[in-house]
Every structure is written in C-alpha cells, then in structure tokens.
C-alpha cells in the first residue's frame, strides 16, 4: 500500500506491527477496527499533521502489520495499544477510535491504566451482543472459508466490506481495504480475526464504562447496518457527560462516507 506508508515497525509477542508518526503538536493516536487498517484515517489524519504529533498502526492480523496463525483478538489488541503508547512516550494522548478500535482503547484505559486527554469513538464496538449473521457463521466454519477458492474470496471480501459504507464505493477506492485479505497468509487471517471474535472482551469493561476518566464524544452513522445507532445511543448514556453526534447519510465506515464530519467533530472536540 504504498499510497500509505507505515515506514516504522514495533515487535510485539514476536510479530511485526508496523506504524507511523507524522507532524508536531499535542499528541493524537488513531485505533482502526475490523476488518480495516489504518488505511481508514487516509482521509482524516493529513488535516491534523500541522497542529497534532499524530500516530496510526496497523493493529496485530491487519493491513501492513503481521497476519500470524495465533491470538489476534480484541484479548491482546489493548496490549499492544498499551506498548505502543508506552514505546511512543504517550501519557496523555487525544484518542479517535473506530469500531473494533473503540473496543481495543476502552480496554487499554479501563483494564490497563491508560489514560487519554479525551478519547472520540467512531460507531463502536463497545456493547453486547454484537456480531453479523456472517461472523456468526463464519465462526461456526471457520476452517471451511479458510480454505476457499481465491475467485471466491476475491467476491466475498469486497461485499462485505461494502455492507460498511453506505455511498456507492468504486472498486479502485475499495482496492486497499480488500488487498490485505487476499491469497495467503491474507485469506485465512481474514476468517482466523472473525473466530476469535468473542464478546466477553467487551462484557470485560462494559461495567466500567460510567468510570471513564477523560471527555468522550462519540460519532455514528445514522445508516450504520452493521451496529445500529440505538447502540450508540445507549452506549452515550452509560458514559457520564458524554457527546453524541448522529452523522446522516453515513454507513458504518463514516471515515469514507463523512470525512468532513470526522474532522469538524474533532476541531471542535479537540
């Protein structure tokens, strides 16, 4: 991806992950989700290089960072969050966190201690139950789509993918969000992300989230169909003094249907 350079790798349990550090300013720390990269921020993060120190990766079975055959569930994504925030010198960043990242920087602050200036999540995850009829099955047969012809990996990712987005999406835009789930070890680390998909790694800090300790604004797509907004809603209500902005006309990949509200949201928040 070379449109998206990550030029900088930190190890973590023996693996790859790789990351950049763009700008100067306050810090600011981006956390994609599944089954993105931070490729997501690709139209967010260059606004804030020349006020913010800003900071993206790859999280561990994602984009440019290793796919490897072991645990790249949201059970080890706070670890390395943590690391990273420590390797990068960060005790109190500003966070944007989307999807599975919302859960990964909720855990790294209320299981791991980490605090942030303020934190926005982007249509998290954060509540159970969760989890598409596809990732439910998939779970179930999780060997069977390992093992699918190429042809048909290549029509699975980018449907599924498309489900996130609400705007009619070209195949060259969508190219860098599918690439990374192709041919191997691409193809069986898309189905191994989706079996260890577990919701006791939420139900872990779910209690805790009226303890939250910083400013939190969350933003969702209204046309969200992967987690629907009422959850959003919810969510912000169990979040003392918490933001909520519905953002229209937006999947739940607001990043590429609603850049602009991302980047006045957190203008304003920031």
């Given at each position: 991806?070379?449109?998206?350079p990550?030029?900088?790798?930190?190890?973590?349990?023996?693996?790859?992950?790789?990351?950049?550090?763009?700008?100067?300013?306050?810090?600011?720390?981006?956390?994609?989700?599944?089954?993105?990269?931070?490729?997501?921020?690709h139209?967010?993060?260059?606004?804030?290089?020349?006020?913010?120190?800003?900071?993206?990766?790859?999280?561990?079975?994602?984009?440019?960072?290793?796919?490897?055959?072991?645990?790249?569930?949201?059970?080890?994504?706070?670890?390395?969050?943590?690391?990273?925030?420590?390797?990068?010198?960060?005790?109190?960043?500003?966070?944007?966190?989307?999807?599975?990242?919302?859960?990964?920087a909720?855990?790294?602050h209320?299981?791991?201690g980490?605090?942030?200036?303020?934190?926005?999540?982007?249509?998290?995850?954060?509540?159970t139950?969760?989890?598409?009829?596809?990732?439910?099955?998939?779970?179930?047969?999780?060997?069977?789509?390992?093992?699918?012809?190429?042809?048909?990996q290549?029509?699975?990712?980018?449907?599924?993918?498309?489900?996130?987005?609400?705007?009619?999406?070209?195949?060259?835009e969508?190219?860098?969000?599918?690439?990374?789930w192709?041919?191997?070890?691409?193809?069986?680390?898309?189905?191994?992300?989706?079996?260890?998909?577990?919701?006791?790694?939420?139900?872990?800090?779910?209690?805790?989230?009226?303890?939250?300790?910083?400013?939190?604004?969350?933003?969702?797509g209204?046309?969200?169909?992967?987690?629907?907004?009422?959850?959003?809603?919810?969510?912000?209500?169990?979040?003392?003094g918490?933001?909520?902005?519905?953002?229209?006309?937006?999947?739940?990949?607001?990043?590429?249907?609603?850049?602009?509200?991302?980047?006045?949201?957190?203008?304003?928040?920031?």
């Amino acid at each position: 991806m070379t449109d998206w350079p990550l030029p900088q790798t930190y190890r973590f349990n023996g693996h790859s992950v790789r990351y950049a550090v763009r700008g100067d300013g306050p810090p600011l720390v981006f956390v994609h989700g599944t089954p993105f990269s931070s490729y997501v921020w690709h139209r967010i993060a260059p606004h804030f290089i020349t006020t913010h120190r800003v900071h993206y990766f790859d999280l561990l079975g994602y984009g440019q960072s290793a796919q490897p055959d072991s645990n790249v569930s949201l059970g080890v994504q706070n670890e390395l969050l943590t690391q990273l925030l420590e390797h990068w010198g960060l005790d109190n960043p500003d966070v944007v966190a989307h999807d599975f990242g919302g859960a990964t920087a909720l855990r790294a602050h209320l299981l791991n201690g980490k605090n942030y200036r303020s934190l926005t999540l982007i249509d998290p995850v954060a509540l159970t139950p969760w989890g598409s009829p596809f990732v439910q099955h998939v779970r179930q047969h999780e060997a069977a789509f390992s093992g699918l012809p190429d042809y048909i990996q290549r029509a699975i990712v980018p449907t599924y993918i498309r489900g996130a987005i609400q705007r009619e999406i070209p195949d060259h835009e969508l190219a860098p969000y599918v690439q990374p789930w192709l041919g191997e070890p691409g193809q069986a680390a898309f189905y191994r992300q989706i079996a260890q998909m577990d919701e006791r790694y939420t139900q872990e800090a779910e209690g805790l989230y009226p303890t939250i300790r910083c400013p939190v604004q969350i933003l969702w797509g209204e046309d969200d169909q992967w987690i629907p907004i009422e959850r959003g809603r919810a969510l912000h209500g169990m979040i003392p003094g918490s933001r909520f902005h519905a953002i229209p006309n937006a999947g739940h990949l607001v990043q590429e249907d609603a850049p602009e509200a991302i980047v006045a949201a957190l203008l304003r928040f920031l």
